[in-house]
């Protein structure tokens, strides 16, 4: 069952001689439960990609469909409530909200839908990723594979039919890295989520079902299996 | 955690102190508002009781009714209360004094605060009670239960004012019709009242029968004093009254003052000035709060937009984004508000508590009155500006992209325009100024907002402190010069009735401080017609006022004649209070056989017929002047040759002795000694007598006036506790108004604290690649001040031009009407331009030692 | 068109609440206005008697004009009003008489009641008609529901249902949404389970079949009584192993057939990994020994979790075997066991002939053979199933290699759960 489509997606950036074609004609589909591998060396459209598909940023043109709904004809704040409880991201940077303890920036999508927390679900998640022990920590208590743990838990915590990484070991030690991209695997796994990472690390992408590999915002190798 | 909303308490407390900052900052406008229109309030209830105090607690009041009218009116439905009083005549002391003898109900005595001394009001027709200067005029120690005759006589007030004041000094005393002579004896003793006093005509009431029985029953001579029953249509109440007497509503005589001061003036347009500063500076005010309150909410907006980023990013829409930010308002409103309003409340009481610690304190009687509506409204007002202002952080912070959250960099498309070196910076200030040049250009938005936080204090501050300084120019102007006693004649040929003997006369009565000696005549003034402006020739001409020249010369053919006055050393030093050009150097003017002139004028401006002030010719120092002391000029006279050719060595704004600004004369001021050589006169016109504190005022005042008797124009004003009111109301206000500055240049220099260091802190990382390629620490620091200093000097220049434009916009609307010139405030530009840089320089101490303290690895490592 | 559907409904909502906010401030101005009506004629028929009462008295009696004036115009003393009250009890009229005995109260009594109930009864017909409207748009949304189920009983899942909004509403239909795409993924995948079933049953049939061919020709060949008992000797041996390779190839399909169908029971219990990992290595001694293979293992001790020992140790020695068949001679094994504060990690690496990277993405594929794989013998079984083992323990394995050089599986547990 194909979960995400894209339809002749393109991105622009800038106007004439400033123009940068970042990316051109992209077609893809993943299935569900697929994972998927985006690579491609520094500035070739791969992290605009990620974007796109998960209705981060606006394209020139094309579609992006998940589960049957053209995500760019939502408004802005559909697209928002759509994020929220369709897709979950993980970023380089951890990106968590520094005020948050780490349960909460894990729960804060279901906080944002006034959704009731399943506290069983929220627990197990927290087991999976060895954050039962440092729930009440903050971000800055935590170190950065800890904090990468802490944004996996809160891209899953909606239980998301997809999960977008970008680089989500980009900034860590091997130890860590590996460490994070097992319990990544694991929690999608668990659950069934599609998962679509961008990565520069060979051995990650080999792991992939599928890898899609993209040089100066063309798709340039789609291979894949299933 | 319940909700997403819980997200705004943790970033409040996460950000304690610029969350405090901002407390502050919205407590202390809230307090000035609520400062302002508590102090206007209580000052208005005040007004409203002084009003009544010293205009009576009435309405309106309708003269020429008879005994039957009056009891109509006390059944009246529009009618609250109403009291009546009636004349009988006047009756002369033994001195240069009257005694009015009238009768009255209690509601008129409780109405006209009529208190006793002592013993009571008359009760039977053969009794009086008398004002207590009015026992001394009568004789010697006269006390309850004393009989006095009184010769009354029926003349009107008008004709007891005109002997009391010698309008013609060669009748001394009313002239007597028929008197009735009047056997009374004395019941009770009035409380002084400075009117009385000054027009030298003492109360006496006598019981209505009295009246009654001299005047008949049918006498209309009885004049009502209403109250309105309904407070908030008193208009209405009078016209329904009037109508039910059958006469027109222009016959009643409303109590203007007490009416102005409930805001139900028959003329509405009387209020408008004054509503009109009000509303300007509460404006002002509000504005100044809504751009800390702004400027602290955009400023932790733009601190987070990475943060907004990555709650877009896992699903907040922009609503949510913007309920998190209003949340953080609504906190830190709730908290301001009440401490807010609480603080301006006992600011008020304490320099109300302050300010009446002084005797004579203007504010004196000033109960600090609570009024709901002033709370309500600052509190509106308050929460209004603070909600406005916080719009536009919250919708920015809304239209965060989720791809915030991911760039590192987010300038990367923006990309900067031509890279531009400042060749000419670069060399004054280094390397270190430069970049900081670069800097202030790098982020238009940032650059924009710091340099409107600085603006807004400076413009706020201007504007205060010149209408501040008007307010007291205001002062020393129509009234500003008052002693407590003057004497003065009623001529003004020239005659000089008062002497040096005189002068030495006075110095020697004990208790005297000060004495200004000035000699005054008319003259005729000239000069050339070339020298007049445009806006005086058309406000000539609008009168029907011929600008003619003399003769065959190119002089004003004079109008009117002027003022020519004589200052001693002590005039002349009040003149150099009001120099605008030239000097006030006695012995310059001397040598030069020069005067000073007033060029300025006071007239109805012919496009609003409001009061203004204009300047009327465009004569300078080293200019001459023609004066006639002969007036011939006005008349016949085409030939200058035989009058005095005089040089300009000064001008100045206004007369500092007397009345400040002519209509269509020109004033001319030198020294005793020019003035002697001009008109040969060797005398002294009139003196201005200061006392000491403590001084005994009776004795002074009796030598004073056996000096004014020695010639019949002579005349002694006692202007009783004027002087010290006025030094006092000086004081009191400016306490007021530079306690409001204060607080307006505390609020500015907060927000450029708040704004200058977040700008600096905000960049942590930055100063720590820059110190990674090895800027040393001065060089930083060099930069850093260099940046703020620049920051400074460009706030101060747009706030300068800002606050300039309205000031002279609140100069339009309000000061100018009360006829002051227009001056550029350079004190205040000055003190702003420095509190301006002072509070730029304090602002970097805390980032500077951050700075300093930063560990290069984490500040370069560190997550923005 | 689906987004402007919604946009549509969602301002039908905006509509009713503003229909519902504009009707309830005109009322509130509507009964402000027609009660200050009514009272301003009250109070000018008020007037007008008192003024004709006036104008009876003081035409008897003018010399009390001004007492009977402000008998109307002055607030009474509280002794006037008790000597009011007493007198006008003497003829009956008192403050508590019957409103119709007062004509001017009678007459505007009507007036006021009709106005009152008029406004309410407006206020009512209002409210009840906007209850109609919301009502009919929660019907209209829940019929929408209906409708969407419905078609999924076809078997139609084309169709969502709007979602991407805030509410109540919306989060019903996300899930009713989640709902169907669940179910439409169950029901996609038991077909290709379907079309995996028949293959695996052709597969099956295909392995079961050359082992069975040559039982049958070894059966015939034996009952042809000729035959030396040498060469007998040769055909029995022959005939047990092929016998044992559909034993295996049974057991092992049940195995995985039972895991998959979620037929077994794991036994799960708290033991130590070192133990269960020596014990499956104890059992590879002689096949080691056989290809000269070096064990190299790294084992952490004290390391315990809870598993089912028999089945992880069946997943362990499938992964041990096919390392060590697909190594080259004097080659090395290893086995290593790790963990971090949160995963524990066994690896099990060889020195062989590696895996080619097309075949890496389906190594854990039932059946798969590598495309030039050399192995004959292996049945493409042992690391499904190994996989499945580890998943159904809530671990993840993976497959890293380098051809020529060696491939590593990588079995990592959480520790949070197990």
Redesign the interface.
């Known amino acids: 069952m194909i979960t995400l489509k894209t339809e002749n997606l393109s991105k622009t ?2 106007k004439g001689d ?1 123009k940068v074609d970042a990316l051109i004609d992209a077609n893809i589909e993943i299935k569900q439960g697929e994972f998927v591998a985006v690579v491609g060396p520094s500035g070739s459209g791969k ?1 605009t990609l990620l ?1 796109l598909l ?1 209705g ?2 606006r394209p020139t043109s094309g579609k992006v469909i998940i589960d049957g709904t053209d995500i760019y004809s939502l408004s ?2 559909e697209l ?6 369709k ?1 979950g ?1 993980i ?3 951890y ?6 303890s780490a349960e ?1 920036n894990i ?3 279901l ?4 959704k009731k927390v399943d506290k069983l679900y929220i627990d197990e998640l927290m087991g999976i990723l060895g954050l039962r022990e440092r729930k009440n920590h903050f971000p800055n208590q935590l170190s950065g594979g800890q904090q990468q743990r802490v944004s996996i838990g ?1 891209a899953l915590a ?1 239980k998301p039919s997809i999960v977008f990484a ?1 680089e989500p070991t980009g900034n860590l030690d091997s130890k860590n890295s590996k460490e994070v991209m097992e319990l990544l695997r694991l929690s999608v796994q668990k659950y069934n989520q599609t998962l679509v990472v961008i990565t520069h690390d060979l051995d990650i992408a080999s792991q992939a079902d599928r890898i899609i590999a993209i040089e100066d915002g063309l798709i340039v190798k789609n291979l894949g299996v299933r | ?4 909303k ?2 705004t308490l ?2 409040l ?2 950000q304690l102190k610029r969350t405090l900052l901002t407390i502050l900052g919205v407590i202390l406008s809230i307090a000035l508002i609520t400062a302002i229109g508590t102090m206007l309030e209580s000052l208005k209830q005040q007004s409203i009781e002084e009003a009544m105090k010293s205009s009576g607690n009435f309405h309106t009041s309708i003269s020429g009714l008879n005994f039957e009218q009056i ?2 009116l006390n ?3 529009y009618v609250e209360k109403s009291g009546f009083e009636v004349t009988g005549g006047f009756a002369k002391t033994p001195k240069n004094s009257y005694v009015r003898l009238f009768a009255s109900n209690s509601v008129y005595q409780q109405m006209l605060y009529i208190s006793l001394a002592e013993g009571r009001l008359p009760q039977t027709k053969g009794e009086i009670a008398l004002e207590k200067w009015a026992l001394r005029e009568l004789g010697e120690d006269l006390k309850v239960g004393d009989s006095i005759t009184l010769d009354m006589m029926d003349v009107s007030e008008d004709e007891v004012l005109d002997v009391v004041f010698k309008k013609n000094p060669d009748v001394t005393e009313v002239q007597n019709k028929e008197a009735v002579r009047l056997e009374l004896t004395i019941s009770g003793v009035l409380e002084n009242n400075s009117e009385s006093r000054l027009k030298s005509i003492a109360r006496g009431i006598v019981a209505p029968e009295l009246i009654e029985e001299l005047k008949g029953k049918s006498f209309a001579g009885y004049k009502t004093y209403i109250l309105i029953k309904d407070k908030k249509a008193i208009q209405e109440g009078i016209g329904e009254v009037c109508k039910s007497l059958g006469m027109e509503k222009s016959n009643a005589k409303d109590n203007s003052r007490l009416l102005y001061m409930l805001g139900q003036s028959r003329d509405k347009q009387t209020n408008d000035s004054v509503l009109y500063v009000t509303i300007f500076l509460t404006g002002l005010i509000v504005a100044a709060t809504a751009a800390v309150i702004y400027n602290a909410f955009h400023i932790s907006v733009l601190e987070r937009i ?2 907004f ?12 984004i913007r309920a998190i930010v209003f949340g953080e308002v609504l906190i830190v409103l709730l908290i301001s508000l009440p401490l807010g309003l609480l603080s301006g409340v006992l600011a008020v009481k304490m320099v109300l508590a302050l300010l009446n610690l002084s005797r004579h304190s203007f504010f004196i009687g000033v109960n600090v009155v609570l009024s709901g509506k002033v709370l309500a409204s600052s509190a509106l007002v308050g929460a209004a500006s603070v909600f406005l202002s916080a719009l536009s952080p919250a919708f920015l912070a809304g239209r965060v ?3 915030e ?2 760039m ?1 960099n987010r300038s990367h ?1 923006r ?1 900067m325009k031509k890279p531009k070196s400042y060749k000419l910076i670069r060399g004054i200030l280094g390397v270190e100024g430069e970049m900081a040049c670069k800097n202030l250009k790098r982020n238009q938005k940032r650059f924009f907002i710091t340099v409107f936080s600085m603006c807004i204090g400076i413009t706020v501050f201007i504007v205060f402190s010149t209408f501040a300084h008007y307010t007291f120019e205001g002062l020393h102007g129509k009234d500003g010069f008052i002693g407590d006693y003057g004497l003065y004649s009623t001529k003004d040929d020239g005659t000089q009735i008062y002497d040096y003997k005189d002068y030495e006369a006075i110095k020697g009565i004990e208790g005297i401080k000060e004495i200004y000696k000035t000699s005054h005549m008319q003259a005729a003034v000239t000069y050339s017609i070339s020298k007049l402006t445009d806006e005086y020739k058309r406000e000539m001409e609008h009168y029907g006022l011929e600008i003619k020249p003399i003769g065959n010369t190119d002089n004003l053919k004079p109008i009117t004649s002027s003022l020519l006055s004589s200052y001693d050393e002590k005039g002349m030093e009040r003149a150099r209070e009001v120099l605008q050009d030239g000097t006030t150097d006695i012995e310059a003017i001397n040598r030069e056989m020069g005067v000073l002139i007033v060029q300025n004028k006071e007239i109805n401006r012919s496009k609003d017929g409001k009061q203004s002030i204009i300047k009327a010719s465009n004569l300078r120092v080293g200019d001459y002047i023609y004066v006639d002391i002969t007036s011939g000029l006005m008349g016949e006279k085409q030939d200058l040759n035989s009058v005095q050719k005089l040089k300009v060595v000064g001008v100045l704004d206004k007369l500092p002795i007397g009345e400040p600004y002519p209509k269509f004369s020109v004033p001319v001021v030198t020294t005793e000694e020019v003035y002697r050589k001009i008109t040969g006169k060797t005398g002294i016109s009139s003196f201005d007598i200061f006392v000491e504190k403590g001084a005994n005022k009776e004795k002074i005042r009796e030598e004073l006036f056996k000096l004014s008797e020695k010639d019949k124009s002579g005349m002694l004003v006692d202007f009783g506790e004027m002087a010290a009111e006025l030094n006092q109301i000086k004081l009191s206000l400016s306490v007021l108004l530079y306690g409001f500055v204060a607080v307006i240049a505390l609020i500015g220099v907060l927000n450029i604290i708040n704004t200058i260091s977040t700008n600096l802190i905000l960049r942590t990382r930055e100063f720590g690649t820059q110190r990674a390629v090895g800027m040393t620490i001065g060089q930083m620091k060099k930069m850093i001040v260099t940046e703020g200093v620049l920051y400074g000097v460009i706030g101060t220049l747009w706030g300068t031009a800002a606050g300039v434009v309205l000031s002279r916009v609140l100069f339009t609307l309000a000061i100018q009407v009360r006829g002051m010139l227009w001056k550029l405030p350079m004190d205040a530009i000055a003190i702003a331009g420095i509190g301006t840089l002072l509070a730029t320089l304090l602002s970097t101490i805390v980032p500077l030692k951050r700075v300093e303290a930063m560990n290069i690895i984490e500040a370069i490592g560190r ?1 923005e | 068109m689906k987004n402007k559907t919604s946009a549509m409904k969602r301002s039908r909502e905006l509509a009713i609440w503003a229909a519902m906010i504009i009707s309830a401030i005109s009322i509130i101005l509507a009964a402000w206005a027609g009660i200050r009506l009514s009272y301003t004629k009250l109070s000018s028929d008020l007037i007008a008697r008192n003024i004709e009462v006036i104008g009876g008295l003081v035409s008897a009696h003018p010399e009390l004009e ?1 007492n009977i ?2 008998a109307f ?2 607030e009474p003393t509280a002794e006037e009003k008790n000597i009011g009250h007493s007198y006008a009890q003497k003829y009956g009229y008192s403050t508590s008489m019957p409103l119709k005995y007062e004509p001017i109260m009678d007459r505007h009594y009507k007036h006021i009641l009709i106005l009152c109930l008029a406004i309410v009864g407006t206020g009512f017909a209002i409210l009840i008609l906007l209850h109609y409207f919301y009502n009919k748009l929660i019907q209209r949304r829940v019929q929408l529901v209906a409708e969407a189920a419905e078609r999924i009983v076809e078997g139609d899942f084309s169709s969502k249902l709007p979602e991407a909004n ?1 509410g109540e509403f919306a989060k019903l239909t996300h899930q009713f949404n989640q709902m169907s795409r669940i179910l439409e993924a169950n029901i996609e995948s038991s077909k290709s389970e379907r079309i995996f079933l028949k293959n695996i049953i052709s597969d099956i049939s295909h392995q079961l079949k050359t082992p069975l061919s040559s039982l049958k020709i070894f059966n015939e060949l034996l009952m042809d009584s000729e035959m030396d008992k040498g060469t007998q000797v040769q055909f029995y041996e022959k005939s047990e192993q092929q016998l044992e390779r559909m034993e295996w190839l049974i057991k092992n399909l049940l195995k995985m057939a039972r895991l998959e169908a979620g037929a077994i029971d794991l036994h799960k219990e708290q033991r130590s990994l070192e133990d269960t990992l020596r014990k499956v290595l104890e059992g590879f001694e002689e096949r080691l020994e056989e290809k000269q293979l070096k064990l190299d293992t790294c084992i952490k001790e004290d390391i315990s979790f809870s598993y089912d020992e028999e089945w992880l140790s069946e997943a362990l020695s499938n992964i041990l075997k096919n390392a060590i068949e697909h190594s080259f001679v004097d080659g090395i094994v290893e086995v290593r066991v790790s963990e971090t504060p949160v995963i524990l990690r066994i690896e099990i690496s060889d020195t062989g002939e590696g895996i080619s990277e097309e075949d890496l993405l389906h190594v854990f594929k039932r059946f798969y053979k590598g495309k030039n794989s050399i192995d004959r013998s292996g049945t493409g079984i042992g690391l499904a199933l190994a996989k499945a083992i580890v998943e159904s323990h809530g671990g993840l394995i993976s497959a890293r290699s380098k051809e020529g050089q060696g491939s590593t599986f990588t079995i990592v547990f959480p520790k949070g759960i197990v």
């Open positions: 950036y800038g400033t992290s974007h998960g981060l940023d802005e704040k928002s409530i759509f994020r929220r409880r897709v991201f970023f380089q940077f990106n968590l909200i520094p005020v948050l909460e729960t804060l999508p906080l944002l839908d006034r809160r909606y970008d | 955690m319940k909700s997403y819980d997200l943790r970033y407390r996460n009891n109509v059944s009246h439905l990475k943060q980023g990555v709650l877009r990013a896992v699903g907040t829409t922009p609503g949510q992209s989720p791809i959250a991911i590192n498309k990309l997550e | 001004e004036v402000n115009v002055k805030e």
